[in-house]
């Protein structure tokens, strides 16, 4: 059997591809505002909805936060209420392994493959990234807390990190040669859940992304940043942004505003497949 290899976008495919993922947001956003749940845009969204008023023409995704609260709270409410088939709310449970280590929104009236993907039994649509945010403790709890966010990490998703350096990739490889079978692993990550969320926001005073590599994880943020919302427009839509978005994303990205060099303005996912006609289910 032929290893699956990355496929080459087209800039009108992948706008297209934009618009496609714009209805999956069009409707998560409907059924948040009539549920009640929280989401700021985070990431490439973020900025694109200052810098172009929509997609960072060669971001291919859409990523979203939500207070930790509201995202325990959406799968469920999904399951009850969402409206239309088409769309999945799907998070890695004893049912289901998706090799996400967040919640994803499923589009699926089309097929993307990706590389990392290609080899799990999961509706292979269009997604969209749905991001926890906890509160953040200080001193030895908040080391403990990224430490338990990295064993969540690795026994979740049951892969070795491949871009973490070889200290981490080692740690993981012996971590899960020993601990190899998948109810095991499912107690350890569940136990990794409970002990890195127990941190209300209301009882700290910093916020942070715990699903997320070690750079991203590692920033605190002033909980004030995340909270309420500011609409911006957004492919003619208007979309939540952190109330302090520009601290947030000073912090995370630094001089946001300013173009990447020519190398870096191209789709960060690896796709072996898509088509954006052909259901995936």
């Known amino acids: 059997m032929n290893e699956p290899k990355p496929i080459a976008l087209s800039d009108e495919t992948i706008r297209r591809l934009q618009l496609k993922e714009l209805e999956t947001l069009v409707y998560f956003k409907q059924f948040c505002d009539e549920h009640g749940l929280t989401f700021f845009f985070c990431g ?6 200052l810098r172009n008023k929509g997609f960072i023409p060669w971001d291919d995704d859409i990523d979203v936060f939500m207070p930790r609260g509201d995202y325990e709270r959406l799968p469920e409410l999904w399951k009850k209420y969402s409206k239309d088939p088409r769309f999945l709310c799907l998070k890695t449970d004893d049912e289901i392994f998706t090799g996400n280590i967040f ?4 589009d699926t009236s089309a097929t993307c493959v990706k590389l990392n993907q290609a080899d799990i039994d999961v509706p292979h649509g269009l997604v969209m990234d749905v991001f926890p945010l906890d509160g953040c403790p200080h001193g030895f709890k908040r080391k403990m807390q990224k430490l338990w966010a990295v064993v969540y990490s690795l026994f979740l998703a049951q892969v070795v990190p491949q871009k973490h350096g070889g200290v981490i990739a080692l740690g993981s490889r012996i971590l899960l040669g020993i601990f190899r079978g998948s109810g095991v692993r499912r107690k350890i990550w569940r136990m990794a859940e409970r002990h890195m969320t127990k941190y209300k926001v209301e009882d700290c005073d910093c916020i942070t992304e ?3 590599g070690p750079k991203y994880m590692s920033i605190e943020y002033p909980k004030d940043i995340f909270d309420g919302v500011v609409l911006k427009e957004f492919e003619g839509y208007m979309m939540p942004l952190p109330k302090g978005y520009d601290r947030y994303l000073k912090m995370a990205f630094g001089e946001y505003m300013a173009m990447p060099p020519e190398s870096e303005r191209a789709p960060h996912h690896d796709l072996c497949y898509l088509d954006l006609d052909k259901p995936c289910i």
Request: charged share 0%; net charge neutral.
């Open 44 to 49: 490439g969204c973020c900025i694109g909805s």
């Open 103 to 106: 919640t994803t929104i499923v």
């Open 210 to 212: 715990l699903c997320a």
